[in-house]
């Protein structure tokens, strides 16, 4: 990458801490009025923070930069299932938790490879385990997808006033990663421009968690 390029992507992932770190900041201060989701969300943008300073520092294919991404994504998830009991759904409808479950567990599996793909090997191990990775991810997506369509579509009409910017913003989320996983499923190689411009995704994400608790208060 070229010194401009990297400039460039350098403040496009500082300026994604920045603001899931303000977010977070804003979220805590202010946690009782804004459910039950609030505590969980402000872990999740403050591992999205940490996130966003180890890929500026370190790059994509750190190690620490990969256990963040994925426990980035449990966050979120969770996130995803506090919101479900803004009108108490995470109790009244049983299948929601252990589909969470099942898509925490599949990340958990993502998690483990870390250390794999990290230790090197031969070029066909790295083939199968660029595979596995890809595929894993893709799961994790389309099960979190599923949640996010069922979050919002079973919502009563005032729920669906709270919940419509953060579903959108976790909709991106997992819609842009699932473009990731299927490219690398396909090429068995990470895209590079897709997996440098999550950062700009993810800015998209806090900007519209920002948006829904702006129209919240």
Known sequence: MSAPGLFLMQAMYLLCAGGALAL???LLARRERHGPAAASETVALTL???WALAFAGLGAGAS?????LSLTHL???WSLYRLFAHDERDKIVGIIRPVVLA???????????V????????????????GLHATLRLLFCVGALMLVHNLYAGASAPARETLRWPAAA???LWLYDLNVSILEYLSVEPPEALVTLRGGAMLAVIAMLALGVLRHD
């Open 48 to 50: 999205t923070a940490s």
């Open 24 to 26: 977070a900041g804003w």
């Open 64 to 68: 620490t930069t990969a256990i963040l």
């Open 75 to 77: 966050a979120w998830l």
């Open 170 to 172: 976790l909709g991106l």
């Open 103 to 113: 898509v925490a567990f599949v990340e958990l599996l993502q998690l483990g490879l």
């Open 115 to 130: 250390p794999l793909m990290s230790s090197g090997g031969d070029v066909e191990s790295a083939s199968v385990l660029g």
